[in-house]
């Protein structure tokens, strides 16, 4: 049908809604009906290697959270690593559930410092590699965002290894923000 026929009935323009549904200013005159936001975020994954760009992308995530009610889910991921070498001759082994108990802590000090008591917080702590666990871990607990921090590697080593955040970007099943480390703040 071409499309001057549909003129006159398309929609009328919706109304800006907030996250708990209640009306904001309108655009459109005739709407009265306060109807709930089709954006719903109940779960927002913040991936953290507990560097200064990751802790921006917890800033980002804190004002989401906020508005929508979600819980944060704040996750580091472990790498394995057969041993931590001092010399050739001695070999230092690290419990794998200390590197947990440690990780875990850290989590925790930073949520307390950095999330305010009214966002639900939940810590996650994986072992493996790191894209691969957080894309994992995304699906397991149905997250409906991830927000993650990008350094942006160039040259030969980001054409060889690629990025964990342009791994998740392309694998995760929920869509992904990405909070470059030098632009403007909107928080």
Not at 55 to 76: C, E, S
Not at 123 to 146: N, Y
Not at 166 to 175: G, K
Request: aromatic letters at 4%; charged letters at 25%; hydrophobic letters at 40%.
């Amino acid at each position: 049908m071409p499309i001057k026929h549909l003129k006159g009935r398309l929609p009328a323009k919706p109304d800006i809604k907030s996250a708990r549904g209640a009306t904001t200013r309108s655009t459109n005159p005739g709407a009265s009906r306060s109807e709930p936001s089709l954006l719903k975020l109940k779960r927002i994954l913040v991936p953290t290697d507990f560097s200064e760009p990751s802790l921006k992308a917890l800033r980002y995530a804190v004002p989401f959270a906020k508005r929508f009610g979600a819980t944060i889910f704040l996750a580091h991921v472990l790498e394995r690593t057969p041993f931590i070498a001092g010399d050739q001759s001695v070999v230092l082994v690290v419990p794998e559930r200390e590197l947990v108990k440690d990780a875990k802590e850290k989590l925790l000090s930073l949520a307390a410092d950095e999330i305010e008591e009214l966002v639900p917080v939940d810590t996650q702590v994986r072992m493996g590699k790191p894209f691969a666990e957080i894309v994992t871990l995304a699906t397991e607990l149905e997250i409906d965002l991830i927000i993650v921090a990008t350094h942006g590697y160039t040259g030969l080593r980001h054409v060889l290894l690629g990025s964990t955040t342009e791994r998740i970007v392309r694998r995760a099943s929920c869509p992904v923000l990405v909070v470059r480390e030098q632009e403007h703040e909107f928080v």
